[in-house]
């Protein structure tokens, strides 16, 4: 049984000049967790991410990835799988061309590149445009394809920035069985303004505001549980009002 946490953030704040961004946040996320993350707009939702994600260091406290600081565990081949919200393609790159070469600097050999390739293409309906290059693609497919980028090789911990932004309703199942296939140990973080669909996706809910982590805890533990997780936000922002 898995009893240490994937991920560690202990009194962490970061600040952007003499802003403070994020201000003494304190969680842990355990292998096979999925969780939401919520708050309004400029509540640090992204700047958490990163920094999780090891993109940034805490300039106060501690972010640990299996004990290692976050901003070293990044550089591990296959441990993070991360969608940022305006996630980056390279648009001379065909999609295969692009999933191939996160493969390989993921340590896949070439028959689990295939395979995984294979498989997520399937999952989020990309078969039918892996040779076409990234800058053509439209919106919905190029978030498709930065999400199989981020699931690609089954992570330790896969992060989503609004996964579901610019996806129609197939889309968005075609989402949610991606993540159910990923396996039970992969720990999954989802930043999301649709409550109705991230209630669906995640099992623990994390609400920041203003940059603090202002309520935390299973859907069912909040305030409406998961048949008003309107209830649950809005409780949530109050405290930090």
Same mark, same amino acid.
């Given at each position: 049984?898995?009893?240490?946490?994937?991920?560690?953030?202990?009194?962490?704040?970061?600040?952007?000049?003499?802003?403070?961004? /994020?201000?003494?946040?304190?969680? $842990?996320?355990?292998?096979?967790? #999925?969780?939401?993350?919520? *708050?309004?707009?400029?509540?640090?939702?992204?700047?958490?991410?990163?920094?999780?994600?090891?993109?940034?260091?805490?300039?106060?406290?501690?972010?640990?990835?299996?004990?290692?600081?976050?901003?070293?565990?990044?550089?591990?081949?296959?441990?993070?799988?991360?969608?940022?919200?305006?996630?980056?393609?390279?648009?001379?790159?065909?999609?295969? +061309? %692009?999933?191939?070469?996160?493969? $390989?600097?993921?340590?896949?050999? $070439?028959?689990?590149? $295939?395979?995984?390739?294979?498989?997520? #293409?399937?999952?989020?309906?990309? =078969?039918?445009?892996?040779?076409?290059?990234?800058?053509?693609?439209?919106?919905?497919?190029?978030?498709?394809?930065?999400?199989?980028?981020?699931?690609?090789?089954?992570?330790?911990?896969?992060?989503?920035?609004?996964? =579901?932004?610019?996806?129609?309703?197939?889309?968005?199942?075609?989402?949610?069985?991606?993540?159910?296939?990923?396996?039970?140990?992969?720990?999954?973080?989802?930043?999301? %303004?649709?409550?109705?669909?991230?209630?669906?996706?995640?099992?623990?809910?994390?609400? /920041?505001?203003?940059?603090? /982590?202002?309520? #935390?805890?299973?859907?069912?533990?909040?305030?409406? *549980?998961?048949?008003?997780?309107?209830?649950?936000?809005?409780?949530?922002? +109050?405290?930090?009002?």
């Amino acid at each position: 049984m898995i009893t240490e946490p994937l991920v560690e953030l202990t009194n962490a704040s970061v600040f952007f000049g003499r802003r403070p961004a /994020l201000t003494n946040i304190s969680l $842990k996320i355990m292998a096979g967790q #999925s969780v939401a993350l919520l *708050g309004p707009n400029g509540a640090g939702k992204s700047t958490l991410m990163r920094l999780i994600c090891g993109a940034i260091s805490p300039d106060v406290g501690l972010a640990t990835i299996n004990k290692t600081a976050s901003s070293q565990a990044r550089v591990r081949p296959g441990l993070i799988g991360w969608l940022p919200e305006n996630a980056p393609l390279i648009p001379e790159l065909t999609v295969f +061309e %692009h999933l191939a070469l996160a493969a $390989k600097l993921k340590g896949l050999n $070439k028959l689990d590149s $295939k395979r995984e390739i294979e498989k997520l #293409s399937a999952t989020l309906n990309l =078969s039918d445009n892996l040779n076409r290059l990234c800058g053509t693609l439209s919106l919905g497919l190029r978030r498709r394809s930065a999400l199989a980028l981020a699931l690609l090789g089954s992570p330790a911990l896969v992060v989503l920035d609004e996964p =579901s932004s610019s996806l129609d309703p197939d889309e968005v199942e075609r989402l949610k069985k991606g993540l159910a296939a990923l396996p039970k140990t992969t720990a999954v973080l989802i930043s999301s %303004h649709i409550l109705l669909e991230v209630i669906e996706m995640t099992y623990l809910a994390f609400f /920041l505001n203003q940059g603090r /982590l202002v309520s #935390s805890g299973s859907w069912d533990s909040l305030p409406g *549980g998961r048949q008003r997780p309107q209830q649950a936000y809005f409780s949530a922002m +109050e405290t930090n009002l």
